[in-house]
């Protein structure tokens, strides 16, 4: 008799998995930014870069692995003390790769003292085929701070012709403001959903999604100021105030548009309201 024989099946747990980590803290003094605390674990790390004599004005985080694959785990914690004024980026944008059964996992945690400005403006997050993330992003501010955070998400890469037809995805954003929560939110797009993403009630025909987080002074004036600033992009963005925050919300059709549509805004927001971190990381244009 014939013995059927099968082989096991591959999981991403019987692989070689990335464990990164690293902790920025800054504070604030005269002679700018000084670093209190750093902490790296490959294939995380932390670069700082100064031009000429002056301080430096942003944190480049880079992932050496070159992209991200399911059962990996990054996690990442920046602390900006009184009167730091940082804008937090990555080098490049971020690839979530095809995984067979396991998420990866990306923790940030942000945390933002009283006359503390950050900015947390990494670049874009690529979904490939298949791939599978869980995301979860939780923000700690206190009366006086200041902050604004991005996150985009890309939908396969345009320009290779490519698309995400299955996967998992799971972004939970979470802000307290003095320890007590003020808004929480869940994207969530599992495999039976993808093929209904282009419905229009969804999606529909966009690739690309952003959403943006701000605290701040005057925050119906800087209301007004986005939805002035937003209404002639070439995309979807609606915004609003929640909790204290404001939130905008931006969907496009190619990720390009939407890249635009980000640079159009933080350039805004530096010409309106700067000089601070809260402009067009340069990383963004090497």
Not at 82 to 105: F, G
Not at 116 to 142: D, K
Not at 193 to 198: A, D, K, N, S
């Amino acid at each position: 008799m014939d013995l059927e024989v099968h082989a096991p099946r591959a999981s991403d747990k019987d692989l070689q998995r990335s464990m990164g980590s690293c902790r920025i803290v800054l504070k604030g003094s005269e002679r700018g930014n000084q670093i209190v605390d750093v902490f790296q674990r490959s294939p995380v790390r932390v670069m700082f870069p100064r031009v000429g004599s002056a301080g430096f004005e942003e944190a480049v985080l880079v992932n050496t692995a070159g992209g991200v694959a399911g059962g990996d785990r990054l996690d990442t914690a920046v602390t900006a003390l009184a009167h730091a004024c940082i804008t937090v980026t990555s080098q490049a944008a971020e690839k979530i790769y095809r995984a067979l059964d396991e998420p990866a996992h990306i923790s940030t945690t942000l945390t933002v003292g009283k006359s503390a400005r950050l900015a947390w403006c990494p670049q874009e997050t690529i979904l490939f085929n298949r791939a599978r993330v869980r995301r979860e992003t939780q923000i700690a501010l206190s009366s006086g701070a200041e902050l604004l955070a991005l996150d985009w998400l890309v939908l396969g890469r345009a320009a290779h012709g490519e698309a995400v037809a299955g996967g998992h995805v799971a972004d939970n954003w979470r802000v307290e403001r003095d320890g007590r929560l003020v808004w929480a939110d869940t994207l969530r797009i599992t495999d039976d959903v993808f093929p209904h993403l282009r419905r229009k009630a969804l999606l529909a025909d966009r690739t690309a999604i952003a959403t943006l987080v701000y605290f701040g002074p005057d925050v119906e004036k800087r209301l007004e100021c986005l939805r002035d600033w937003t209404a002639s992009l070439e995309c979807h963005v609606a915004a609003t105030v929640v909790g204290g925050l404001i939130v905008v919300r931006f969907a496009a059709t190619l990720p390009s548009t939407l890249r635009l549509a980000l640079r159009t805004v933080l350039q805004e927001f530096d010409r309106a309201f700067g000089p601070g971190p809260f402009r067009v990381p340069k990383m963004w244009s090497c």
